[in-house]
C-alpha cells in the first residue's frame, strides 16, 4: 500500500515538474511572441513614419513644381512679348518669288506705290530675307522690313489691308502687281511675329478649323478668334486659351 502511495507521489511530481517546464516554454513562447509583436509594431510604426515624411516631401515637391512651373509660364510669357515688342516696327512679306541680286528694300518700296502708301527707301531701317522654318519647303523665304517708326509700320500694313479689300479675291496682292516674271502668285503682308506667337497663332488656326471658328486674326502682334460675325472676339493669350475653345 504504501508503495502505491509513493508511486502515485512520484508520478504525480513528475506531472508537476512536466507541467512547469512546459508553463515556463509557453511563458517562453508567449514572451517571444510579445517581441515579434513588439518588433513588428515598432517596424510598422517606423514605416508608417517613413510614409508620412515621404508624403510630406512628395506634397512640398509638388508645390515647389507647381511653383517653378508658373514662375517658368510668367517669365516665357514675359520674353515673348519682349520679342514682340521688338518687332513692334516690323512686317513680314511671305511668298514674294526670290530672285538673284534682288534689291528686296525697291520690293518693299514697290509694294508700298501699289497700295498708295509710298513708303521710301528712308523709311526702311532694315530689309532681310529671313530664313525658312522647313529649308526643304518649295515656298519662298519671307521678307521682314523694319521701318523707321511704328506709325509708318501701322501706316503701311493699313493700306495693304485696305488695297486688298477693294480687289477681288484673284486680283488681290500678288507678284504681277510687282512685275515678278513668272506665274501671278499671292503676296501676304502679316505682322512679323515671334516664335512663340507663330506656334500660337498656328494652334489657333487648326483649332479655328476644328471647332468651327470662322475668323483668326492678327493685330499688333496679339491673336485674336471669333466663332461666328456676331460673337465676341477672344484674345488668345497661351496653348490654354486654345485647348479650352468650346
Request: with cysteine.
Amino acid at each position: 500500500m504504501y508503495g502505491h502511495i509513493l508511486t502515485a507521489m512520484a508520478a504525480g511530481g513528475i506531472v508537476t515538474v512536466v507541467c512547469s517546464q512546459n508553463n515556463k516554454l509557453f511563458k517562453s513562447e508567449i514572451k517571444d511572441m510579445k517581441d515579434s509583436m513588439n518588433f513588428m509594431n515598432t517596424k510598422f510604426e517606423e514605416m508608417l513614419r517613413e510614409q508620412n515624411e515621404a508624403k510630406a516631401i512628395i506634397a512640398d515637391l509638388k508645390a515647389e513644381n507647381a511653383s517653378l512651373t508658373s514662375t517658368v509660364k510668367d517669365l516665357s510669357a514675359r520674353l515673348n512679348s519682349i520679342e514682340q515688342n521688338a518687332r513692334s516696327k516690323n512686317v513680314e512679306i511671305q511668298c514674294v518669288p526670290e530672285k538673284k541680286n534682288e534689291n528686296v528694300i525697291e520690293i518693299v518700296t514697290k509694294i508700298s506705290k501699289v497700295i498708295n502708301c509710298n513708303v521710301s527707301s528712308e523709311n526702311i531701317a532694315s530689309c532681310t530675307r529671313i530664313a525658312k522654318l522647313n529649308p526643304g519647303h518649295p515656298r519662298p523665304r519671307s521678307i521682314v522690313a523694319q521701318f523707321s517708326t511704328i506709325q509708318t509700320r501701322d501706316k503701311f500694313m493699313a493700306a495693304v489691308i485696305n488695297y486688298n479689300k477693294q480687289k477681288p479675291l484673284h486680283d488681290k496682292l500678288n507678284s504681277a502687281n510687282l512685275d515678278i516674271d513668272g506665274p501671278k502668285t499671292p503676296i501676304y503682308v502679316v505682322d512679323h511675329l515671334s516664335p512663340a506667337n507663330k506656334a500660337l497663332h498656328a494652334a489657333a488656326r487648326t483649332a479655328a478649323k476644328q471647332k468651327g471658328y470662322k475668323h483668326v486674326w492678327v493685330r499688333s502682334g496679339r491673336i485674336y478668334m471669333r466663332k461666328s460675325d456676331d460673337s465676341n472676339y477672344i484674345l488668345v493669350k497661351d496653348m490654354d486659351t486654345v485647348k479650352n475653345l468650346v
